[in-house]
C-alpha cells in the first residue's frame, strides 16, 4: 500500500535548547509548555522570551510549534489563562493544546486566529466528541492512549476531512484513564490535572495493617513484585505501516522532561522510519534492526505497543523495579567553537580526557571519538569534567557541527 502524505512528526521539548535539537533532528512540529497551565510543571519549560526565540528559531526551519495550555482549570486559574493567551497572540504558535471547554471558549475569544488542539487529557475515544469539537471550532483531536488501531482508523472515517487527528506513538504511559489521576493531589497535594504530578504510578507499594504500625508487607499482584502500576513505554517504531493506514496525520512522541539526547535520538529514528515507509515499505523492513538499536539507544522501561493491538494484559507491566534502562550518558550539546576550532559544550555529566565517546549527528551517523583534550572557559587545561554545566572547550580530532550531541556508552 502507498500512502499520499507523510504525517506530522511532533517531537516534545522542555527548554529553548531540546526545542532547537528537535528541529535539527528531524521533527516536522515541537510542543512545548509555558511556566504555566501545562501538565508538566516540572520540566524546565519556557520564559516568554524563550518562547518567542524558539518559535523564530523553529519558522525559520519550517517547523511548527505548539503550546500546551492543557490543566483542567479551577476558578483562580481563568484570569491568569487569559492574561497568558494574550501574550501567545504577540509570539504566534502554530498551536494551542487544550484540555478544558473553559480554556477553549477564553481561547476563542483572545487569540481566534491560533488554531486550537484538543488534549488527549479531554478523553476524545470516539468520532461523535471529535464532530463536537469540530462543530466548536477545533482544527485538531488528540487521541485517548486508550483506542485500537482499528478505533482510530474508525474516528478518521467519520469525521470531517478538514479535522486532523493526532496520536501518541512513542513514550512513557499513565496508569490512569486518559491521564486524569488523582492519586498525586491525594497523597502529596500536588494535582495531576493543574501540572504537578508526582508520578505514584511508579512508586513501590506495601501494605500496613491498623493494629501493627510500621510492620509492613509486601503488595503482590503475582509473584514477580509490587509495582502496581508501574507500565511499559510506549514504542511503534516498528509499525508505522500500520499507523499510516489510520489516516492519522501527526505521530506524536511523548517526553516534555527529557533530555536532548533522548529527543535527539527519538526523533532521527523516527523520521526516517517514517521517510523510509513513504519512500518503500521494503527499504523500511530492511532498516528495521537500524531503527530498533537507535530506539534503545535512549532511556526507557521497556516497550509496549498499548492498546493499538488490543486492551494490554498483565504483561505490559513491570514489576520488579520503575527505573529505566541506559544505555548512553549524556554529556552535552555543541554550541561553537574557540578560534582553536576546540568544540563548546555546557557539560551535563562527567566524562575525562581519554574516554572514547561518540558524536551523535542528525543525519544517524555516531562517531566514535576519544577526547584528546578538555580546557575550561578561561582555557585551563582539565583532565576531567566533574561539574555540572560547567562550559568546557574539547579536542576531538574530528570535523563537529552545531548541534552535533556527545554522549557517552553507560
Not at 475569544?109 to 462543530?135: D, G, K, L, M, V
Not at 485500537?148 to 469525521?159: G, H, K, W
Not at 501493627?212 to 514477580?224: D, I, S, T
Not at 535520538?265 to 527499504?283: F, G, P, Q, W
Amino acid at each position: 500500500m502507498s500512502w499520499e502524505k507523510a504525517p506530522e512528526l511532533l517531537v516534545p521539548a522542555s527548554c529553548l535548547e531540546v526545542l532547537k535539537v528537535a528541529v535539527i533532528y528531524g521533527a516536522d512540529a515541537v510542543y512545548i509548555g509555558g511556566e504555566a497551565y501545562g501538565l508538566r510543571a516540572k520540566a524546565k519549560n519556557f520564559s516568554m522570551a524563550d518562547m518567542a526565540e524558539g518559535i523564530r528559531f523553529a519558522h525559520e526551519h519550517g517547523v511548527r510549534v505548539y503550546v500546551t495550555a492543557n490543566i483542567l482549570a479551577h476558578n483562580e486559574d481563568l484570569e491568569g489563562v487569559r492574561a497568558y493567551f494574550r501574550e501567545l497572540r504577540e509570539l504566534g504558535p502554530d498551536g494551542l493544546i487544550i484540555a478544558d471547554p473553559g480554556v477553549f471558549s477564553i481561547a476563542e475569544e483572545i487569540c481566534p486566529e491560533i488554531p486550537r488542539h484538543i488534549s488527549t487529557q479531554a478523553n476524545n475515544t470516539n468520532y461523535e466528541t471529535c464532530r463536537f469539537w469540530h462543530r466548536l471550532g477545533a482544527s485538531r483531536i488528540v487521541t485517548a492512549r486508550e483506542l485500537s488501531l482499528r478505533e482510530i482508523r474508525e474516528i478518521r472515517e467519520n469525521i470531517p476531512a478538514d479535522m486532523e487527528l493526532e496520536t501518541f506513538v512513542h513514550g512513557a504511559m499513565c496508569i490512569s484513564y486518559s491521564g486524569r489521576c488523582l492519586l498525586s493531589n491525594y497523597f502529596t497535594g500536588r494535582d495531576a490535572n493543574r501540572g504537578a504530578c508526582t508520578h505514584p504510578c511508579r512508586w513501590k507499594y506495601a501494605v500496613v495493617e491498623e493494629t501493627r504500625p510500621g510492620e509492613y508487607m509486601p503488595v503482590f499482584e503475582n509473584e514477580r513484585g509490587t509495582f502496581l502500576f508501574n507500565s511499559k513505554d510506549l514504542c511503534m517504531i516498528g509499525h508505522i505501516p500500520d499507523l499510516l493506514d489510520t489516516g492519522v496525520d501527526s505521530l506524536k512522541i511523548e517526553g516534555r522532561m527529557k533530555t536532548a539526547l533522548y529527543v535527539a535520538a527519538v526523533a532521527r529514528t523516527y523520521r526516517r522510519a517514517i521517510d523510509d515507509c513513504m519512500k518503500d515499505r521494503a527499504l523500511y523492513e530492511k532498516n528495521m534492526d537500524w531503527y530498533l538499536d537507535q530506539i534503545s539507544d535512549c532511556t526507557y522501561r521497556q516497550f509496549t505497543t498499548g492498546f493499538f493491538y488490543g486492551k494490554p494484559s498483565e504483561e505490559e507491566q513491570i514489576y520488579e523495579n520503575s527505573t529505566y534502562v541506559k544505555e548512553y550518558t549524556y554529556l552535552g550539546v555543541i554550541s561553537g567553537w574557540n578560534e582553536k576550532g576546540y568544540c563548546r559544550i555546557e557539560q551535563k555529566n562527567k566524562f575525562s580526557v581519554g574516554d572514547e565517546i561518540e558524536v551523535m549527528k542528525p543525519d544517524g551517523r555516531d562517531l566514535k571519538v576519544t577526547v584528546r583534550a578538555m580546557y575550561d572557559a578561561e582555557g585551563n587545561a582539565v583532565e576531567s569534567a566533574p561539574h555540572p554545566r560547567q562550559e568546557l572547550y574539547l579536542d576531538l580530532g574530528v570535523e563537529t557541527d552545531l548541534y552535533d550531541i556527545l554522549r557517552c556508552p553507560c
